[in-house]
């Protein structure tokens, strides 16, 4: 019930919106390819982390994998918003993406782009960028590949029982997260960074992945904490919980240090080309920047330090909430400045669809939750698992 009233009432927000302001083609597509990677990186970030857990046969995880399982069942639907966003920019549905308007690549013409005509080779020539579309399907190939093996191999655990299946998502987990450390940073690149084409960064793709990351951890934490409130994961206890909040905590840092780094290196440096992207972003949206910055990086250091802190799921539920809509607003501003440019506001359309994306995860995520048992039946570190403690 919850899940359709967020739908309903972000579907009444979009409503308001269109009669309010009318309707805004670009602002539109901005904030649905926000909202589709927003929710499309939470569940990539699910994927990478049970691959990790498989990687490193981490004990402690087994019994809340089925939900990094739920997590990450979005990732169809994220890739599809994606994908969508990008054949309309082809077909010049809107213009979030620069480079893809051929004019730029013509010598002579008003619209000539020295900068991004030399980008060629890696992005293409606007709508003949086949480089670009062949990474795009190599990318979304990939993870629905793996998504859809994961879960399959996790099921016929529970039924066979035995190690076979086990090491087989041992290798193939290893396998992905050699796919994943070079796709996560080339995908941060095709499909946000080239927003912004005149610039670049070569921290770029590790600050995404890092919020990518958190995000799905303070996400899946989310969950463990309702579904242990309903009772359906007894044998999760307070030790995991912690494990799960020290992550959330680490991985927050994380991401601090590496958008600080970014940051403080360009700033410094003050390069013409470099800098453009942060005055435009420190001259229109000051506010929701820095804000955003220092929110992900205080209240996890202020308030997750303490071992306390890190048991106690108030406290887990009300930062990871908050930490979450800093991480969302972080990518809005990813999107927004080389789109809207200074031109942005925030009103009903921007909660609207925010809102109808979140009902649309957590329905989609609770339905894959229902499939199947929570707690795993015959994984080899099952008992382990259930007896952990710190």
């Known amino acids: ?24 083609g670009q602002r539109f597509w901005a904030n649905l390819y926000t909202c589709g990677f927003f929710f499309f990186a939470i569940s990539l970030g699910a994927l990478f982390f049970i691959a990790l857990q498989y990687v490193t046969e981490s004990a402690w995880a087994v019994l809340i994998k089925r939900v990094f399982e739920g997590v990450m069942s979005f990732l169809p639907i994220g890739l599809a918003v994606i ?14 993406f620069h480079w893809m308007n051929p004019d730029v690549y013509t ?14 080779p890696y992005l293409g020539v606007g709508g003949d960028s086949w480089f670009f579309w062949l990474r795009t399907l190599v990318y979304t190939a990939t993870f ?3 998504l859809v093996l994961f879960r399959k191999w996790s099921l016929q655990e529970d039924q066979k029982g035995g190690l076979a299946t086990h090491f087989k998502m041992y290798r193939r987990g290893a396998l992905f997260l050699v796919f994943f450390s070079v796709f996560s ?3 941060s690149w095709d499909w946000l960074m080239s927003i912004d084409t005149h610039w670049f960064s070569t921290l770029y793709g590790w600050y995404i992945f890092s919020g990518m990351w958190v995000s799905a951890t303070i996400v899946t934490l989310m969950f463990v904490i309702y579904l242990k409130g309903k009772g359906y994961l007894p044998n999760v206890n307070e ?9 959330m905590f680490a991985i927050s840092i994380l991401w601090s240090y590496l958008w600080f780094s970014q940051f403080m290196l360009i700033w410094y440096s003050n390069i013409p080309e470099e800098v453009t992207y942060f005055l435009d972003r420190w001259e229109n949206y000051k506010i929701p920047y820095m804000t955003m910055f220092f929110v992900n990086l205080l209240f996890p250091l202020l308030i997750l330090m303490s071992r306390d802190a890190k048991r106690n799921n108030k406290f887990l539920i009300v930062t990871g909430l908050i930490i979450l809509c800093g991480h969302f607003v972080d990518i809005f501003i990813v999107i927004m400045p080389g789109t809207m440019f200074g031109h942005w ?8 669809m925010f809102l109808l994306f979140a009902g649309i995860f957590v329905h989609t ?19 382990e698992a259930i007896h952990f403690h710190q």
């Open 345 to 352: 506001h925030f009103s009903f359309l921007e909660v609207g």
């Open 365 to 383: 995520v609770l339905r894959t939750l229902a499939k199947a048992p929570l707690t795993p039946v015959n994984h080899p570190y099952l008992d």
């Open 144 to 146: 629905l590949i793996f």
């Open 83 to 96: 994908l969508l966003v990008l054949v309309a920019g082809f077909f010049h549905g809107h213009h979030l």
């Open 185 to 187: 940073t080339t995908l």
């Open 107 to 120: 010598v002579g013409h008003e619209d000539f782009d020295l900068i991004i005509a030399n980008k060629t």
């Open 239 to 247: 030790n995991h919980i912690h494990d799960m909040g020290k992550w």
């Open 1 to 24: 019930m919850f899940t359709y009233t967020l739908v309903i009432i972000g579907a009444i927000f979009l409503g308001v919106d269109l009669v309010v302001n009318g309707f805004d």
